[in-house]
């Protein structure tokens, strides 16, 4: 039986064979969206340049609240339905998903991901849930729970980029009113995502009396983690500030014991800083009496941005069983 598996965000679509239940090797392909009307253009190449008709199934990973019958995403004008995606594929079943669901499903099978241990000397935790979160055109998380009393493993799903930012200080204060305006509050999304991370810069620049000297987030993390800018290097520490008090945060929600994996683009750009700056995990850290408990939870950095095909890969694998 042959799947298609595919993990649309906001930016980049990525898409991969699978056969019962494995992704293929060689077979996965990265799409940008801009260079695409829609998601059945995507797809329709992808299968063109594999010289593949059709598919007996595929599950679809979706930067949105998925439905049985698919959604919108969030963060672009795109909706995907199920009965074009079927006609376009040919596939006689097609699911969704959300992508940190399958990101989820994926932490079923961590000994086949690539990633990078943050926490060394407590790279392997005891039995217990996994915990994938992270920042990228969005933010989002979701929470792998092995299996009890015979059943299968399950995923637990979340929309967290739309909770309220956790903010402390003054300084953090001013940065809420900043990314609060006309929006009403700041949510987590607001600054842990890569626009998050540019509206974190303006308002760097702003507090420092600097015009902004860059264009993009991806310019803010790259000068951030080499240090050639003052002003992104700043914003760059606020960024893994706040993003380490949300793990943190959700780490005590789900007591992730047998680990917490950081995923997205964004969090990936600031792999040198993770690695080697304390001020991600000493936020992370930072809850008062728990703090010591925080030393429960190893923590990585997913390194393969086909983490989500995985996930997928291991939906389709479950939902034939």
């Known amino acids: ?166 903010l402390a200080g003054e300084a953090e204060f001013s940065l809420q009113g900043a990314l609060s305006a006309g929006r009403g509050r700041a949510s987590v999304e607001r600054a842990l995502s890569g626009r998050g991370l540019f509206e974190i810069y303006q308002w760097q620049c702003a507090k420092a009396g600097r015009v902004p000297s860059v264009a993009t987030a991806a310019d803010v993390s790259r000068l951030a983690v080499t240090r050639a800018d003052r002003d992104c290097e700043q914003a760059g520490h606020m960024f893994m500030r706040l993003l380490g008090r949300v793990c943190g945060d959700l780490a005590l929600a789900y007591l992730p014991f047998s680990g917490v994996y950081l995923s997205g683009g964004v969090s990936r750009a600031f792999a040198r800083s993770l690695s080697k700056d304390p001020t991600f995990l000493d936020a992370f850290r930072a809850k008062g009496r728990q703090a010591d408990f925080m030393e429960s939870f190893p923590v990585h950095l997913l390194l393969d941005d086909r983490t989500a095909l995985h996930g997928c890969a291991e939906w389709l694998r479950l939902s034939a069983a």
């Not at 829609?38 to 439905?67: G, K, M, N």
């Open 1 to 166: 039986m042959l799947a298609l598996a595919c993990d649309i965000g906001g930016t980049n679509t990525r898409l991969g064979l699978v056969r019962d239940g494995i992704l293929l090797s060689g077979s996965t392909g990265s799409y940008s969206n801009d260079d695409f009307e829609d998601f059945y253009a995507v797809a329709a190449t992808f299968l063109h340049e594999r010289d593949t008709q059709r598919v007996d199934s595929v599950c679809i990973a979706l930067a949105a609240v998925a439905t049985a019958e698919g959604a919108t995403l969030t963060n672009r004008d795109w909706t995907i339905a199920r009965d074009r995606v079927a006609a376009a594929s040919g596939a006689g079943r097609v699911d969704f998903i959300n992508d940190f669901e399958a990101l989820g499903y994926a932490m079923g099978q961590v000994e086949k991901l690539k990633s990078q241990c943050l926490t060394p000397g407590r790279a392997h935790g005891r039995p217990g849930p996994r915990l994938v979160l992270g920042a990228g055109t969005g933010f989002n998380a979701s929470a792998w729970c092995p299996s009890r009393f015979g059943a299968a493993p399950h995923v637990v799903a979340a929309e967290c980029g739309h909770m309220t930012l956790p």
